[in-house]
């Protein structure tokens, strides 16, 4: 499943450029994941690297986008054959 970033953010911007798949950005308030862009990092790493450097813990799995390791490895299979 995708991840998401709870308003528990405080802006460090550490995590946006150590995304693989360019899945974070910075939203009106908080940074944001894009549901179609984040693999958890399947493909590239065996950790989220997101999850490793954010300071104050605050990026859970999204209960609202709920993947098998299968689905998400179609979907960095799609995001590197643009
Ligand atoms: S888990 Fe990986 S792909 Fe998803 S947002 Fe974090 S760094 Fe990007
Ligand atoms: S690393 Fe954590 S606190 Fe920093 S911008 Fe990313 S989600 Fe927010």
Redesign the pocket.
């Given at each position: 499943m995708a991840l998401i970033?709870t308003d528990?953010?405080?802006?460090?911007?550490?995590?946006?450029p150590e995304c693989p798949n360019g899945a974070?950005s910075q939203g009106d308030e908080?940074?944001v994941i894009d549901p179609n862009l984040c693999t958890e990092c399947v493909g590239h790493f065996d950790e989220p690297q997101?999850v490793e450097?954010?300071?104050?813990d605050?990026?859970p799995k999204d209960p609202d986008h709920v993947e098998t390791e299968e689905q998400l490895l179609e979907k960095f299979n799609r995001i590197i054959n643009g």
């Amino acid at each position: 499943m995708a991840l998401i970033i709870t308003d528990e953010c405080i802006n460090c911007d550490v995590c946006e450029p150590e995304c693989p798949n360019g899945a974070i950005s910075q939203g009106d308030e908080i940074y944001v994941i894009d549901p179609n862009l984040c693999t958890e990092c399947v493909g590239h790493f065996d950790e989220p690297q997101c999850v490793e450097v954010c300071p104050v813990d605050c990026i859970p799995k999204d209960p609202d986008h709920v993947e098998t390791e299968e689905q998400l490895l179609e979907k960095f299979n799609r995001i590197i054959n643009g």
